[in-house]
Structure formats: C-alpha cells, structure tokens
C-alpha cells in the first residue's frame, strides 16, 4: 500500500514537473517568436 502510493505520488511529481518545463518552454518560444518592441 506504501509503495503503492509512493509511486503514485512520483508519477504525480513527474507529471507536474514536465507539464511545467512543456509550459516553461512553449511561453518562451511564444515569447522569443513573436515580435515584441521594448
């Protein structure tokens, strides 16, 4: 049951942490794309 959950609990971390760069690195490609003036 422990390992169960401490499992689950990294597979929640992991998602998190990738959502997040994917989120990171697409608003930085947008950012870097897009034509923005001062």
Partial sequence: ???ALER???LVLIWTAS???AGM???AI???VAP???
Avoid: D, E, N, Q
């Fill in 1 to 3: 049951m422990r390992t």
């Fill in 8 to 10: 689950i609990g990294w």
């Fill in 19 to 21: 959502v997040a760069t």
């Fill in 25 to 27: 690195v697409s608003l």
């Fill in 30 to 32: 947008r950012w870097l």
């Fill in 36 to 38: 923005h003036h001062g």
